[in-house]
């Protein structure tokens, strides 16, 4: 399922622009660079607002300790695999990101993905060179909606991106007007 939401990156993309005329590296470098960051934020933000073991607990003793049924052992053992299994999962949502970025060609060494079992997806694709580069990623796994409706989590991480942005670009100006300035 995709996340459908209106952002407005307008304050972002100015501020790219801005950033890109006073660093060293080319624009498609620039991207590069910020999508990378704007990922690892992503993939923070989301195992942050993911549930703790503490929280799953108390979910399933809310739903009065009822499990799936179908599974081999006592009413003890399901309860146990259950949880076990909802405490596996915590930080899966968020290695969407991972694969997303990996997929649009962000650089992730193979090492981060060794970690995690299951099949994470993601679509991401990126043009890093040419008059427009860009880069894009799709968190498509179940539970990023939910927890993106809930949390608005991708306009904190743009807002954070852009912010940090900023900070640059006053010490590049600070630092043009003020020779002695470091």
């Given amino acids: 399922m995709k996340v459908n939401f209106k952002f407005d990156d307008k304050d972002f993309q100015k501020t790219l622009k801005e950033y890109s005329k006073l660093s060293?590296?080319?624009l498609g470098d620039v991207i590069k660079k910020r999508a990378t960051n704007v990922a690892f934020k992503l993939i923070k933000a989301y195992r942050a607002a993911a549930p703790t073991k503490a929280k799953i607990d108390s979910d399933v003793a809310g739903l009065n300790y009822k499990v799936r049924t179908g599974k081999k052992g006592n009413r003890k053992q399901q309860l146990r695999r259950e949880i076990a299994s909802r405490k596996r999962h915590i930080g899966f949502t968020?290695?969407?990101w991972v694969i997303a970025a990996k997929n649009s060609g962000i650089g992730f060494k193979s090492k981060v993905l060794q970690k995690f079992t299951g099949k994470p997806t993601g679509e991401g694709s990126s043009k890093l060179s040419g008059?427009?580069?860009f880069a894009?990623?799709?968190n498509t796994l179940p539970g990023?909606?939910?927890m993106e409706k809930k949390h608005g989590i991708i306009s904190q991480v743009m807002k954070a991106e852009t912010k940090?942005?900023?900070v640059y670009i006053e010490r590049k100006v600070l630092k043009q007007k003020n020779k002695n300035f470091k």
Wanted: proline residues 6%; hydrophobic residues 40%; charged residues 35%.
């Fill in 131 to 133: 008059k427009k580069p």
């Fill in 136 to 138: 894009s990623f799709e």
């Fill in 24 to 26: 060293s590296l080319n």
């Fill in 164 to 166: 940090d942005m900023r």
């Fill in 144 to 146: 990023a909606d939910v």
């Fill in 94 to 96: 968020a290695m969407g």
